[in-house]
C-alpha cells in the first residue's frame, strides 16, 4: 500500500491532529476502570478477572508495536490507521457481543486482544511521519500526538460513566454502551485516516549536492538497532519511568485515602476521584510540556530530570508525604507529568541516537518496556500494600517499601540514561554511493583555483 504524499502547499500542521483523532481514540484505555464494578457485579467477576481486559490489552500493545513496526513503516501511516481504527473498533463490538451473552471470554478477546493490537498499531501509526514533517521540533510534534493518548481518558471517563447511568449497569446497558463507544470510535478515526499525509521526497537529481538529498545524521535500521547498547539502555530508561508513574496511577484514589486515613481531615471519596482527574492532567499536559522542552535543553538533560527529580518526589512523599496534603499532591502531579513526558520524548530521542530511516519501528520494539512496566508497577504497589496490611500495618506504611523500591528502579534509569552515547558507525545503513561523475565534480569543487 502506497502512502498518500502530501500535494504541493500542504500544511504541516494539519498531521497533528490526524494523529490526535487516534490517539483521543485509543487513549481510552485508561477509563477502563469505568466498567470494572459494572462487569464484577453483572457478570459476578472478581476484581482481578475484571482488569484482565486492560492488563492484556497493554500487553498487546507492546506486542503488536513490536511486530507491527516495520510493516507500519514500509506501508505508512493511513494503512497503521486504518488497521488500528479495524481492531480497535472491533474489540468493542466483540466485548458488546460478549456483554450482551454474558461471555465474559468474549470482552476479554474483543477489548483485550482484538483491541489490544489496535492499541500498539495506532500508537505507533503516526510517529515517524511526525517527525519526519518537524525535523526542526520532533519532541514537540510527538508530543502533541502522544498528549492525545494521555488524554482520552479525560473524555472517555465521564462520557463512559454517562452512559452506564442512561443505559443502566446491567449486561445489557453494559453491551449498548460499548457498542456506542466501537461506532463512535470508528467514526472519529476515520478523520485521522483520511487526513495523514507523508511529506514529498525531493528528487535527487534537482539536488545541487547529492549528498544534501540524504537523510542527516545516523541512520540505523530496527534490525541493527536492537543490536545495539543504547536501545536496550532506552529500554530501561523507559521501563523504569513508566514502572515509577504506573504504581502511582493505578492505585492513585485508595492510595490518598490511606495517606491520610488516620489524620484529622481524611480524604473523601469525591475529592479522591478529583484527585485522580488532576493526575491524568498532569499526565497529559507533561506529554506536551517536557516533551517540547527536550527540543531546548536535549533529550538526555529532560530524562535526568524525568529520573534524578522523580527519585527527589518519591523520598518527599515517603518521608513526609501524610504531613502534609499539597504536598503529597504537588509531588504525584510533577511524577505524572515525567511519566507523560517519557512516552512523549522517547521518539524524539530514537529519532537523535537511529535517524528517521525506521524510527516507527524502533519505537514500537521499544513499546516492549511498556508492556513490562503495566505488569511490574502495580504488582510492586498492590503486593506490598497486600503484604504490609497482613502485617497489621495501615495507612501511610502500607506503601512505604514499595516507594523504596520505586527510588531504586529510578535510580537504575538515571544510570542507564547516563550510559546513552552515539551509535557507532559500524550500526548505521551505508550512505548511497555517489555516481563517477558526482564524485569527480565534488573533487572539483574541493580543489583551489
Given at each position: ?161 454517562q452512559m452506564l447511568d442512561s443505559f443502566g449497569t446491567d449486561s445489557d446497558g453494559i453491551a449498548l454502551a460499548f457498542l456506542v463507544h466501537g461506532l463512535t470510535y470508528a467514526v472519529f478515526m476515520t478523520l485521522g485516516v483520511l487526513l ?254
Open positions: 500500500m502506497k502512502p498518500p504524499v502530501a500535494p504541493t502547499g500542504w500544511s504541516r500542521w494539519l498531521v497533528p491532529p490526524a494523529a490526535l483523532s487516534v490517539h483521543l481514540s485509543i487513549g481510552q484505555a485508561y477509563a477502563w476502570s469505568v466498567f470494572k464494578p459494572p462487569l464484577e457485579s453483572a457478570l459476578d467477576l472478581s476484581g482481578t478477572q475484571s482488569a484482565l481486559p486492560f492488563q492484556l490489552g497493554i500487553v498487546m500493545l507492546g506486542l503488536s508495536a513490536a511486530f507491527g513496526g516495520t510493516l507500519v513503516e514500509r506501508n505508512g501511516p493511513r494503512w497503521a490507521m486504518a488497521v488500528a481504527l479495524v481492531c480497535f473498533s472491533s474489540g468493542f463490538l466483540l466485548s458488546a457481543l460478549g456483554a450482551a451473552t454474558e461471555q465474559y471470554w468474549l470482552i476479554v478477546l474483543g477489548y483485550g486482544f482484538v483491541g489490544g493490537i489496535g492499541l500498539g498499531i495506532g500508537y505507533i501509526s503516526p510517529v515517524s511521519t511526525l517527525i519526519k514533517w518537524f525535523p526542526d521540533r520532533p519532541g514537540m510534534a510527538t508530543g502533541i500526538a502522544i498528549m492525545g493518548f494521555g488524554g482520552g481518558a479525560l473524555i472517555a471517563s465521564p462520557w463512559s460513566a495523514v499525509r507523508v511529506p514529498r521526497q525531493e528528487v535527487r537529481a534537482q539536488s545541487p549536492d547529492p549528498a544534501s538529498a540524504a537523510p542527516a545524521g545516523p541512520q540505523v535500521s530496527a534490525k541493527q538497532a536492537i543490536r545495539t547498547p543504547q536501545f536496550w539502555c532506552l529500554w530501561v530508561v523507559l521501563c523504569m519511568n513508566v514502572t515509577a508513574g504506573i504504581g502511582i496511577l493505578e492505585k492513585a484514589a485508595p492510595m490518598i485515602t490511606d495517606f491520610f486515613a488516620d489524620t484529622s481531615t481524611p480524604v473523601s471519596v469525591s475529592a479522591a476521584a478529583g484527585f485522580v482527574a488532576l493526575l491524568s492532567a498532569a499526565n497529559m499536559a507533561g506529554r506536551i510540556g517536557w516533551s517540547s522542552t527536550s527540543d531546548l535543553i536535549g533529550r538526555k538533560n529532560v530524562y535526568r530530570l524525568y529520573l534524578g527529580v522523580g527519585a527527589l518526589m518519591y523520598l518527599l512523599i515517603a518521608l513526609y508525604g501524610d504531613a502534609s496534603k499539597p504536598l503529597f499532591v504537588v509531588c504525584a502531579l510533577v511524577i505524572l507529568s515525567f511519566y507523560g513526558g517519557g512516552f512523549a520524548t522517547v521518539p524524539a530521542y530514537l529519532k537523535d541516537l537511529f535517524g528517521t530511516y525506521q524510527v516507527g519501528a524502533i519505537h514500537g520494539r521499544l513499546l516492549t518496556a511498556w508492556s513490562t512496566a503495566g505488569v511490574l508497577g502495580p504488582l510492586i504497589v498492590n503486593r506490598v500494600a497486600d503484604s504490609q496490611e497482613e502485617a497489621g500495618k495501615h495507612g501511610s506504611s502500607l506503601y512505604g517499601l514499595s516507594f523504596t523500591i520505586m527510588i531504586g528502579l529510578l535510580v537504575v534509569g538515571f544510570v542507564a540514561n547516563e550510559l546513552v552515547r552515539p551509535v557507532h558507525v559500524r550500526h548505521h545503513v551505508p550512505a548511497p554511493r555517489e555516481s563517477a561523475d558526482d564524485a569527480a565534480h565534488a573533487r572539483d569543487r574541493q580543489q583551489p583555483a
